[in-house]
């Protein structure tokens, strides 16, 4: 009989991408996919440490696991409770102790060996049966070996399927958990990349997003010589090669490493969509440096300038953090300064958590949560102000839309700009998978509406 997984994926698309290949890694073992924790045999929160109230909300999530599982066992039925991701990571031991009734807890770099861990969580509960005890395995290491030589090839692929070329970080930004959870920076070799890629492409799918802490900090091993190593801009080109891969993205970048070559794709390589996400956090000189970020706002415009000018009509997207320790109400008016220089058709803000082990963490003059909370009331006005511009901008356009799934309501579809923006509109059921051409009628704060032009 088969056995049921139900995984819980929190945070960002790494870790999308880190539950999938745990899917993979378990089908072999009889675990098939459920969206009901009440079924499960097994269970992972596949978990984020980024803020505070990620992390929160793993440990509430866990307390309502354990009524499952408590309820489970009544009728007999036993559930296994991992605690995967970041969290995991940075918590290791310490969830068992807090949550005993936990099985696993590994890393990001550990998951590789789901299947042995579970064979060692379940041979040594057998064997303390008696005592009913659960036994708790533990693995948070940083294995020599790279976890992606033991994950299994894909066997299944969506339209649009996420590609990890690089992991971890080594930038130290004084804000970020990255470098301690994840770990230091590796690129994967370009070989296994274009494998990687040309398998899912066989599979269906026709957008690939490369994924990476650092993206673009990418120095992969070339496919002809070890001695020589490929940028993300090289790997790129080489990508867009890939018949029937008809749209590229990739994130996350860092402004310092926006090269020549990966300008110059934006500008060439038409199958790489206009659309880039490069967080800058603050516009503050001041609280750039002290978050040690490694650039001005000078740099981040002139940055901007060129990718315009390779590619004008490119969407910029970004991420901030109000409330860095420190921060003044000048510094922060120089962030909305800067978001008006830029002009955004997206971003993502957040207020600044403070995170145990991180330099900023300790730093003194903490701002206050009140003034965190109006100030990034005020950052989100004006960036929600000028997505929905930049959303009413493509209303009379045509634009080319990978339709990637249903829309809300009945004969609804939904799918992409090039620009990253949601589109939904009316449209058979076939069409789903397609590159379709849609007309937008209309602008909303985060989506467009459309029209096909032939409802087949
Ligand atoms: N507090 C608030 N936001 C944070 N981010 C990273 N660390 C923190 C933190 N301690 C944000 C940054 C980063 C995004 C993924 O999360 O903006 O780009
Ligand atoms: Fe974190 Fe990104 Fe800075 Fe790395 S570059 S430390 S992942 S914010």
Same mark, same amino acid.
């Given at each position: 009989?088969?056995?049921k997984l139900y995984?819980k994926?929190?945070g960002?698309q ?7 290949r745990m899917?993979d890694?378990?089908s072999?073992l009889?675990?098939?996919m459920?969206?009901?924790p009440?079924e499960?045999?097994?269970?992972i929160l596949n978990?984020?440490?980024?803020r505070e109230?990620?992390?929160q909300?793993?440990f509430?999530d866990l !307390?309502?696991l354990?009524?499952v ?17 970041c969290?995991?990571?940075a ?6 102790r807090?949550?005993p009734y936990?099985?696993m807890?590994?890393g ?10 579970i064979a060692?969580t379940?041979r040594?509960?057998?064997?303390k049966? !008696?005592l009913?005890k659960?036994?708790g ?6 294995p ?10 894909p066997t299944t692929s969506t339209?649009s ?8 970080c080594?930038n130290f930004c004084t804000f ?5 959870t994840r770990?230091?920076?590796?690129s994967?070799?370009v070989a ?8 899912l492409?066989?599979?269906g ?10 993206v673009n900090a990418?120095?992969g091993i070339s496919?002809?010589s ?5 940028g993300l ?5 080489e990508l ?8 590229i993205?990739y994130?996350?970048s860092?402004?310092?490493d926006m ?8 500008g060439?390589v038409?199958?790489?969509?206009p659309?880039?996400?490069l967080p800058?956090q603050? !516009?503050s000189?001041?609280v750039?440096e002290?978050m040690?970020r ?7 415009l002139?940055v901007i300038?060129k990718l315009?000018?390779?590619?004008p009509?490119?969407a910029?997207?970004s991420?901030?953090?109000? !409330?860095f320790p ?5 510094d922060h008016n120089e962030?909305l300064?800067?978001v ?7 971003a993502?803000s957040?207020?600044?958590?403070i995170r145990?082990g991180t330099?900023a963490?300790?730093?003194?003059l903490q ?13 989100q ?10 959303n009413?901008?493509?209303?009379g356009t045509k634009?080319?839309?990978l339709?990637?799934?249903?829309g809300?309501?009945d004969?609804q579809l939904r799918?992409?700009?090039?620009f990253?923006q949601?589109?939904?509109?009316d ?9 379709i ?5 209309g602008?909303l ?12």
């Open positions: 009989m088969s056995k995984i994926t929190y960002c790494m870790n999308v991408y880190d539950s999938q899917v890694l378990l072999p009889g675990y098939e459920t969206e009901t009440n499960a045999d097994m269970a978990t984020c440490h980024i109230k990620a992390e909300k793993v509430s !307390g309502r354990r009524i599982k408590d309820e489970r066992a009544e009728s007999g039925k036993d559930m296994m409770i991992a605690v995967g991701g969290v995991a990571q918590e290791g031991a310490e969830i068992i807090q949550a936990v099985s807890v590994f990001p770099q550990a998951y590789h060996k789901l299947p042995e861990m060692k379940t040594e509960r057998d064997i049966l !008696g009913k659960n036994i395995v533990v693995n948070t290491d940083f020599v070996e790279s976890k992606f030589d033991f994950l299994p090839q339209i399927s996420f590609v990890s070329v690089q992991e971890g080594d970020c958990v990255v470098p301690y770990g230091a920076e590796y994967r070799p296994d990349i274009l494998n990687d890629t040309r398998r492409v066989s599979l799918t026709k957008e690939v997003t490369l994924l990476g802490q650092n990418f120095h496919p002809n070890n001695d020589v190593e490929w801009g090289r790997l790129i080109y867009a090669e890939i018949e029937g891969l008809e749209r993205r994130t996350t860092h402004p310092m090269d020549e070559e990966l300008i110059k794709a934006h060439e038409p199958q790489l969509m659309y880039l996400h800058i603050s !516009g000189n001041r750039l002290a040690n490694r650039h001005t706002t000078a740099q981040y002139d300038e315009r000018k390779a590619r009509d490119i910029m997207s991420d901030f953090i109000v !409330g420190g921060e003044t109400k000048e962030t300064d800067l008006r220089a830029v002009n955004y058709a997206q993502y957040f207020k600044y958590s145990p330099p963490g300790a730093m003194d701002v206050p949560e009140p003034v965190k909370v109006e100030r990034l009331a005020e950052l006005n004006l960036l929600n102000e000028q997505q929905l511009a930049f009413q901008s493509k209303v634009q080319q839309i339709v990637d799934r249903e809300k309501y004969g799918g992409k700009t090039p990253m949601s589109v939904h509109f449209g058979n059921e076939r069409l789903q998978g397609e590159m051409e849609v007309l937008i009628t602008a704060p985060n989506s467009v509406s459309g029209i096909v032009d032939t409802i087949g």
